[in-house]
């Protein structure tokens, strides 16, 4: 050791380099951490911000296939009503005349008897009835009132009727599923621009790198959601 007093108060250099040295490459490496988790984030924000957009459009989306489906579901209902009460009042007319047929024929009046079946029978019945008297021993068999045929064709529109309306009610409900689930995705994007947005307000690396990894986390599963549901 020197006892000259300008060396003792300068210092050696030799011995002061390599603490130097290790300072420079600790700064370093925090800086180039810095400029990752900058960088990472400003990824993390540009993704999650086109992704965010892009689940609120098609929410939106969904929800508008959803209110079309309820409206045609509700229309299919009250068409089938409608179409159900006609079949009844048809019902009911065929009933009527062919009480009428039946006398008229018993009565053996020619005129009176063309008049009901050629007047006041109707159309779609008329077949029904020529196909009922045609039968050798169409007394002892059921009235053409009874066939199946007959009735499935009477309620075949209101059946067609309801069986959409059920149809479009299923859409409706998975469109409001789709929906949600685009909600969710949006929520779960959202929370990735929260945490990679205040990362950089924190001074602790560790919290920075924590906040990071948390928004890649949520972009994970963001994705996830979003993988598998149908696109508008």
Do not use: H
């Not at 990472?40 to 999650?48: C, M, Q, S, Y």
């Not at 086109?50 to 989306?61: G, H, N």
């Not at 909600?183 to 602790?204: C, D, N, P, Y």
Request: glycine share 4%; net charge negative.
């Amino acid at each position: 050791m020197s006892n000259d007093p300008v060396e003792v108060l300068q210092g050696d250099p030799q011995e002061e380099a390599p603490d130097l040295s290790r300072y420079q490459n600790f700064q370093a490496s925090i800086d180039t951490y810095l400029r990752f988790i900058d960088i990472t984030a400003a990824i993390l924000l540009a993704i999650a911000t086109v992704a965010t957009a892009w689940c609120a459009y098609q929410s939106s989306r969904w929800s508008g296939v959803q209110a079309t489906a309820f409206a045609q579901a509700s229309g299919a209902r009250i068409e089938s009503n409608s179409s159900f009460n006609l079949a009844l009042a048809a019902i009911n007319y065929d009933t009527m005349t062919f009480i009428e047929w039946l006398n008229a024929r018993q009565t053996s009046d020619a005129e009176l008897f063309k008049y009901v079946n050629e007047s006041l029978v109707r159309e779609d019945f008329q077949p029904y009835l020529d196909q009922w008297v045609k039968a050798s021993d169409y007394e002892e068999l059921p009235t053409p009132l009874e066939s199946d045929a007959y009735i499935n064709d009477l309620l075949a529109p209101t059946i067609d009727l309801q069986v959409q309306s059920a149809e479009k009610f299923e859409e409706a409900t998975e469109a409001n599923q789709t929906s949600d689930d685009y909600v969710l995705a949006t929520v779960l994007f959202a929370s990735v621009l929260f945490f990679a947005g205040i990362s950089g307000k924190f001074e602790r690396l560790r919290v920075q790198g924590a906040l990071v990894l948390m928004a890649i986390a949520m972009l994970g599963l963001g994705a996830f959601q979003v993988a598998g549901l149908p696109i508008q």
